[in-house]
């Protein structure tokens, strides 16, 4: 199971700018051959919590950390970032956290849809390693090989 957390107050910074963060990590994608994971919750949100240290420890923090750029969408208590969700197809009355995975050129690749992140304190380590492992960018091809 995911790990029990105490809650950080500013894993959601209130001054953040989304948009801006999702188009800087996306330019930074496309450079470094990795793929965007936002991660749409708020900072009263447990789960989002929960999800978030699994997201940096252990097995499946190494796989962010080597194919994804990460980035915390705050949707504040459900009015906030309402115009994100929609568009990367995140439907906020299934829960959060929930999940959007972006390829390199900004277009989207899934969405947690049916609130499958919803209750990440139930969450098994292995499925969240699946799961990663299954949307990770492929290593780009080397000439000669």
């Keep these: 199971m995911l790990e029990p957390v105490a809650v950080k107050t500013n894993l959601y910074p209130a001054d953040a700018d989304a ?4 188009d800087e990590a996306l330019k930074s994608a496309a450079t470094n051959h990795k793929r965007v994971l936002l991660v749409f919750g708020g900072n009263w949100c447990y789960d989002c919590h929960v999800l978030d240290r699994a997201l940096h420890d252990g097995a499946a923090g190494k796989i962010v950390s080597e194919s994804f750029l990460l980035v915390p ?3 504040g208590e459900v009015n906030k970032n ?16 929930a999940v959007a995975i972006l390829g390199s050129d900004g277009k989207p690749l899934y969405s947690s849809g049916d609130g499958e992140f919803e209750a990440a304190r139930r969450m098994m380590k292995k499925d969240l390693v699946a799961f990663l492992l299954r949307w990770k960018e492929s290593a780009p091809k080397k000439a000669g090989h």
């Design 73 to 75: 969408v705050d949707i």
């Design 19 to 22: 948009k801006k963060e999702i």
């Design 82 to 97: 309402l115009d994100l969700a929609k568009q990367y197809k995140i439907p906020l009355d299934k829960g959060v956290p």
